[in-house]
Structures are given as C-alpha cells and as structure tokens.
C-alpha cells in the first residue's frame, strides 16, 4: 500500500521553465510534508518543508503549495536550471512519532538548457 | 566535515555471506535510521533508534540486525545474504522530535551487490 503517491515519474524541463511536482496522501495523521532532492551518488537532502497550518511556503525559487482538504501537496521549482536536475522526493511523517518519513516513489527532474 | 558518514561506499558480494556497514553521525543527533532504497528508486525505512533504543523495525527479515553502540553510530549487520538484498543503504540522523519536526541529514549511502 502507497501511502504518498507521487507524478510525473519522470520531467524534462527548459532552462528557465516551472517544473512541477505533484503527491497526494491517504493518511490525515500525516502533519509533516517534506520535500528532498537526491543527485546520483549522494543521499536525498532536505529542500524545504511544510506543515498543515499552512497552504504555502516559499523558499528562493522552490515552492511547496499544499491543499489539506484534497490531500494533496506540490513543488514548483521557477526559473529552473540544468543544476536542479536530479530526483524528487515528496514525503510524510506523523506527529508524535519519530520522524518516520514515508516517501513517495520519487521525480527525476532534466533541465536542459 | 561529513555530517553523517557511512562505510564502505560499495560493497560487492557473494550470495550467502555476512556483511556489515557502519554509521557515524557527529550532529549530536539523538535518532537514527536505516532506509534502503531499491533498484526503482523507491526509499523506504528499515530501522530506527533513539539514544542506543530501537523504535522501529519495518517487517524487515531477522537477517538484518542494526546494532548502536551509542548514540553516534548505528551499525547494519546482514546475514546470509540474498540477491533481493542488494540496495543502497542509507543511513540518516536527526533530533528526537517530540512534538516537532526537525530534518533528516543523509549519508551518501552503501551501494550493496549480491552476486
């Protein structure tokens, strides 16, 4: 059972084009939505992160628009560049736990120039 | 400085044998994990421990033992290795988060290949 469903699979993007992402979540106990990117050979890294309380948060170019009554939550990365190109994971966690993330199936993101 | 370090990098192996890979944090974390990430990419947790305790174990076959010898390191130790096992494994810390959140920090993780 895929707790975090996560599309496209796959993106290929412009230099300087919006790159979106998209999960949706089947359990309302999630509270915590984390987005992490992982280039080849290294481990995934915390870009930025939302909890319920809000519906956005911005950080530089990076984007996470979140919409709890459909369970769903996204990335928009703006102007993107062929250095954002790698994977994209969504993921989720519950309060009161120990920061279990649930991850979903992952993005691999090509930006060409 | 690494944050959170893992070794070996690569490990090939034979189908039935023993290995381990170890993990060193130096964030002061209080928690760490293990999650394998497959052939398809796919991340999922294997083990987690807070302060040497382990507090979650993922269905995960008794071939896979973890072991923290203390709060800065976590070991995986597997027995009788299978092809299904081969993965990346990645090891990861962060701060017991009580009612909050706080960010995972990521190894650079074990590419392990049964042969």
């Known amino acids: 059972q895929q707790q975090v469903k996560q599309s496209p699979q796959s993106l290929i993007v412009q230099k300087g084009g919006i790159s979106i992402i998209n999960c949706a979540y089947e359990?309302?106990?999630?509270?915590?939505f984390p987005w992490y990117q992982q280039f080849p050979g290294k481990g995934p890294a915390l870009l930025i992160a939302?909890?319920?309380?809000?519906s956005e948060k911005k950080e530089g170019r990076f984007t996470i628009s979140f919409n709890k009554s459909a369970k769903q939550f996204s990335l928009h990365i703006m102007d993107s560049q062929p250095g954002d190109s790698a994977t994209y994971f969504c993921?989720?966690?519950?309060?009161?736990?120990?920061?279990?993330?649930?991850f979903g199936t992952g993005t691999r993101l090509q930006v060409f120039p | 400085d690494t944050a959170v370090s893992q070794t070996p990098k690569y490990l090939v192996t034979q189908m039935g044998n023993d290995k381990s890979i170890k993990c060193e944090q130096n964030?002061?974390?209080?928690?760490m994990y293990w999650y394998k990430q497959d052939s398809k990419k796919f991340l999922k947790i294997m083990f987690s421990?807070?302060?040497?305790?382990?507090?979650i174990n993922e269905t995960v076959p008794n071939r896979f033992s973890p072991k923290s010898p203390d709060k800065a390191h976590l070991n995986l130790h597997i027995n009788s290795l299978e092809l299904g096992d081969s993965a990346v494994y990645f090891c990861?810390?962060?701060?017991?988060?009580?009612?909050?959140?706080?960010?995972?920090?990521f190894g650079q993780g074990t590419r392990l290949t049964v042969v």
């Open positions: 990861a810390s962060s701060q017991f988060p009580g009612t909050g959140h706080t960010e995972a920090f």
């Open positions: 359990n309302t106990a999630f509270d915590y």
């Open positions: 939302i909890r319920p309380d809000v």
């Open positions: 993921a989720a966690s519950k309060a009161y736990n120990t920061d279990k993330l649930i």
């Open positions: 964030l002061g974390h209080d928690t």
């Open positions: 421990y807070n302060n040497k305790e382990l507090i």
